[in-house]
């Protein structure tokens, strides 16, 4: 299964130290201009090497459009891309060819198909995420014409979190600090905690934080398909991720419903609620409001440190990462949560296109 | 969007005042023995009015199968079911007709489709989920034959909430109280909190935990389609839910790589973790470890008090709930989490057969 | 598999000889006026006992409607309904319990799913087809409003067949005869020859012709999910339907392509065809001229004659149809056949909104 | 919609005179060895160029597989291959951008997206089918596994035809003669047909037949998805396809039910039929015995003559074709629909795994 969405569907495909790594957009309405540059930029902001805290290895991540697109504009066929894979260590991952990494997928993918593409995690690499930063640009620039914006950011690095909400932040400073995160002065902590945990060899975890604006009403499915629901499918397809809420989060199960409802009221003639702890979303559909939710990712798990496991014989054995990785995930992960967040707003707002007559 | 699943699917329909909560099963192996005792009393374990922390509506939620049985046993033809309506107060929702209800979902169902059944919620009701527990007891009734176990309970209501995780209570307690906690101090406790939230016309909230055991390994797919991706999706389309997380969840943010990694051995040739902070799900497949999981659940948003709303015109004005309401649904909720469970893990069981040749 | 469509969808359900057929209807478009004397019509055009030609099983087939409607009005919901079974003679097929009759899917049900519900015919029987004629009448009704009119009648009965197509034949005549011919005098034919057959415990296949008017241009997908292939998936899901050609159909395989093309030009500003060999389909997509398509129906397989079989233990046997069958289904196939076409051009309806922004 | 299929999934892109045309295979098993060899011989066999009735381009179309495959087997993971476009004349088409060649997608697809790639018919273009014979190559090396056969043919051209069907020839001759059919001395005549009419700058249709041997009891589903449905939805998408019938054909709608019935008996323990007139599947799902079945191709509308038409203002003009085309579709066909069909039988045969517990 490797295909995402409903109407506008993303089919992914590529290994990290296979040829490429690429997929096909579906279901793309016609008439978009394909702005390449935008695309680049967004698969950027994911691609390693870009600072001191992420993974050193230097990879381009070129996207080449290969179908879909004439005279610079969606067509309403597929749009096929491949990121072709270069710099590529293979040899740094020989001796993972019968070992499985602990809170990797090496066992399971092992023990599910009876093969695996060990290089690098083969399958189960997070670089499979380029695939989803590029057909997320590709929503984002159909969205745009909506006036649909999505801005995620890290709100927790290990330790470290933001006290306040999205509200509470000039979200445009995100892209200010390597560590994507709009308040300047947490970022230097964030930042400078990462750095200590990288020299120690170890990882951690934390929470991206995205907010979508401008939403229109009427967007998610009653039942099945609801708006949230579709979004934490969305984000726990993600690598790495561990949890989802939105609106009114874990952090707020204590509170009664007095305190939490969201009162309605007019506006100019547009219905608003008061507050907005319903996270812009009631009984799965859109109403109007912001729509934020928080992602929660684990620690890598590849550790510079020795790690005991077993091969795949069962026999015990020790694992220690070579290669160069990521120490925390957050700053790449914010724009893969913008982008999954993109697909899935789109696909609901042509699904919805349908709902009345 | 009424159905959920791939390959054993269902596909719910009725509203709260329409004359049927029902559904279609389909895809579900032949030859399975439905026992419909055991149905039944999944759905009286989700009845209204069977304790005194639960709404007093008297429903009886009998299920009437309609098809794909045959001399006891499921056909591999489409099971469908019904459960029909009685004791409707319908009149109770009168003025709900043109009313919105703060963190319901009038508003965004009328926004959506032009019109609403207005009646006790009409679609949005969680009498929805009767459909979803008899599913998953017929699901359940397959998984038995692997000897696969799912058990929820509630692990925090309001701010009251279990200090351990499932290891550390006799699960089989958990039917012993209303509340449907296994710790029987704490329920005693959590009673008791309900009790006077209810007296107070307030609601609140908590946390729903649940754990499934003897999962083979292997069900899930690796990229989209993960287990926890499709645990999540199912969870958050209960109503009221409003947030997932699996194994390390949100409470271990904090945590390091090298503290939260799982530690492979090898027990009698079958090869384990000796934690499991990766709740039984690695790179979105099943690793033979229990798989655990809590679900969020907001406070019911309906208030025997006096709330501030809009009617349709956008014109203010107050709504207070008549009729029999649940002070917090997490006691009803638990056997819909299991439901949920069941017919995701059955449906992952079912297309991993396909995944080798 | 009992899921048609992908945005306008039927799930169907039941039994011949179980409690009801029935099905749930979901992504219907909400604000539809549900006119049930025009569904129950439909469903008495399809109806066993309505005429000398057609089996004499008295069936009322009575549709009663268990959600998604409110004040009269389709909601956005899914749209359940069952059809009662009754007057059933179970009985009547206490000696197929473990015969397979030939050409019947007794044998292949039982190797699929080692257990069948031989009475009638169970799942197989064509009385799961009323689930689609109330689906299809939900379609027509929508439809209407786009001035879309949908028409088969048959064309070929046995050896007996119209020489002309649709064009030559005023189809409001239909209607008029009991094999639902619109030429009065190969009707009479028909309807001879049909009784002969009948009176020699024999049946005949044939023919049926549909056209569908005022399509609108742009409906169907370029590759797969064609407007033809949609058809003819539609089609071929019908009991005993063999065959399916659109357009140029197999008559034409002998002509060449300066014969067939299909001249453009333009009639007032709209590009039209002056022939229609395309049968209203290019490449795929409707073209805006006139739909049309055959359908062919094999001859019934349950004769009341002896016929050599085996049973389940593959003992050589002879089986004989009690009971109450039909010589030829084309007289009610006609109505099936509307019924799906209705499906499929109402679902490329709406899945086409979503292809340009 | 250019996804097929449910579990062995292909979704296709490119066009005629893009990039490339590729694919990506989702639900393949794993462990399947991947011979490119056979996947290249199956492509040669599609490939214009091949012989004096086919068109002259000379495509060399090599595959290139770019995900999926390790150390030369399938790994479950999306099986991603690309086809590089060469040997490009698009200034052959330059006078097609504003006008509507007859009988071509150029209208339809310029009406429902606002937009088109007109060279080379840009997406519906044949050379999509590309993707379908890798990806039907693929399947066939997994149903190699199990013995099953697929055997396409031409069967009519033009006003040429076999008298016999599949058991009167020799099919290991299709591949002796560039017509593809099974009998010598009608594929001469075939043969001399073609090119005559190739010299009149015309063109032919007619009748691809196909067989599938030693296809296992129980594939296919019983109501929607049936066995010769998803044939026919198979079929009917490939470029020209204009008709679809299975066992008893149209040539057999005037025969009774006790001519055409197929009488069961057992040998050897296994239930066999003694004709076939079903065509190997009954109530939708296989037997055992041969599936055959038949596709109609309409007549190619490419001619090198003059034909009247529009342009995209309606303006009145006349087009000839340019460039190198084919006279007569079906020698090329005959890979294609034996591809469609492999990707339909192993499609049912893994979701038959499902079917039972």
Not at 21 to 28: A, L, R
Not at 65 to 82: H, M, V, W, Y
Not at 268 to 293: L, M, Y
């Given at each position: 299964?490797?295909?995402?969405?409903?109407?506008?569907?993303?089919?992914?495909?590529?290994?990290?130290?296979?040829?490429?790594?690429?997929?096909?957009?579906?279901?793309?309405?016609?008439?978009?201009?394909?702005?390449?540059?935008?695309?680049?930029?967004?698969?950027?902001?994911?691609?390693?090497?870009?600072?001191?805290?992420?993974?050193?290895?230097?990879?381009?991540?070129?996207?080449?459009?290969?179908?879909?697109?004439?005279?610079?504009?969606?067509?309403?066929?597929?749009?096929?891309?491949?990121?072709?894979?270069?710099?590529?260590?293979?040899?740094?991952?020989?001796?993972?060819?019968?070992?499985?990494?602990?809170?990797?997928?090496?066992?399971?993918?092992?023990?599910?198909?009876?093969?695996?593409?060990?290089?690098?995690?083969?399958?189960?690499?997070?670089?499979?995420?380029?695939?989803?930063?590029?057909?997320?640009?590709?929503?984002?620039?159909?969205?745009?014409?909506?006036?649909?914006?999505?801005?995620?950011?890290?709100?927790?690095?290990?330790?470290?979190?933001?006290?306040?909400?999205?509200?509470?932040?000039?979200?445009?400073?995100?892209?200010?600090?390597?560590?994507?995160?709009?308040?300047p002065q947490t970022a230097?902590?964030?930042?400078?905690?990462?750095?200590?945990?990288?020299?120690?060899?170890?990882?951690?975890?934390?929470?991206?934080?995205?907010?979508?604006?401008?939403?229109?009403?009427?967007?998610?499915?009653?039942?099945?398909?609801?708006?949230?629901?579709?979004?934490?499918?969305?984000?726990?397809?993600?690598?790495?991720?561990?949890?989802?809420?939105?609106?009114?989060?874990?952090?707020?199960?204590?509170?009664?419903?007095?305190?939490?409802?969201?009162?309605?009221?007019?506006?100019?003639?547009?219905i608003r609620t008061r507050t907005n702890?319903?996270?812009?979303?009631?009984?799965?559909?859109?109403?109007?409001?912001?729509?934020?939710?928080?992602?929660?990712?684990?620690?890598?798990?590849?550790?510079?440190?020795?790690?005991?496991?077993?091969?795949?014989?069962?026999?015990?054995?020790?694992?220690?990462?070579?290669?160069?990785?990521?120490?925390?995930?957050?700053?790449?992960?914010?724009?893969?949560?913008?982008?999954?967040?993109?697909?899935?707003?789109?696909?609901?707002?042509?699904?919805?296109?349908?709902?009345?007559?």
């Amino acid at each position: 299964m490797n295909t995402f969405g409903k109407i506008f569907r993303l089919t992914s495909f590529g290994e990290s130290h296979g040829k490429a790594i690429g997929g096909v957009i579906d279901g793309c309405p016609s008439g978009i201009v394909l702005d390449e540059a935008f695309i680049q930029s967004e698969l950027n902001r994911r691609r390693p090497g870009q600072s001191n805290i992420t993974t050193p290895r230097d990879e381009k991540d070129k996207v080449e459009f290969l179908s879909g697109i004439f005279e610079g504009k969606t067509t309403g066929a597929p749009i096929a891309f491949a990121i072709w894979n270069a710099d590529q260590h293979s040899k740094d991952y020989e001796n993972l060819r019968s070992v499985f990494r602990p809170s990797h997928a090496d066992y399971t993918y092992e023990a599910k198909y009876g093969i695996r593409d060990y290089r690098g995690g083969g399958r189960s690499s997070a670089r499979e995420t380029i695939a989803r930063v590029v057909a997320g640009a590709v929503a984002k620039l159909v969205l745009r014409q909506l006036d649909i914006e999505i801005s995620a950011y890290t709100s927790q690095a290990g330790p470290i979190k933001l006290a306040g909400n999205y509200k509470d932040y000039d979200l445009s400073l995100t892209e200010t600090n390597a560590v994507r995160c709009p308040d300047p002065q947490t970022a230097v902590e964030m930042e400078k905690y990462i750095l200590q945990i990288k020299n120690e060899g170890d990882t951690i975890g934390g929470v991206v934080s995205c907010v979508v604006k401008h939403v229109p009403v009427g967007l998610g499915e009653p039942v099945f398909g609801k708006a949230h629901a579709e979004l934490a499918s969305a984000m726990l397809s993600i690598n790495a991720a561990h949890g989802f809420d939105y609106g009114l989060g874990f952090d707020g199960a204590e509170k009664r419903g007095s305190e939490v409802n969201d009162e309605f009221y007019s506006e100019n003639g547009v219905i608003r609620t008061r507050t907005n702890n319903s996270g812009g979303i009631q009984g799965g559909i859109s109403n109007g409001e912001d729509i934020f939710f928080r992602v929660l990712f684990k620690p890598v798990p590849t550790l510079l440190k020795d790690q005991k496991t077993v091969d795949s014989q069962g026999n015990e054995t020790v694992v220690k990462a070579k290669g160069r990785h990521d120490p925390c995930v957050l700053p790449r992960a914010v724009p893969i949560v913008e982008a999954m967040a993109a697909m899935v707003v789109l696909d609901l707002y042509l699904l919805n296109k349908t709902s009345k007559f």
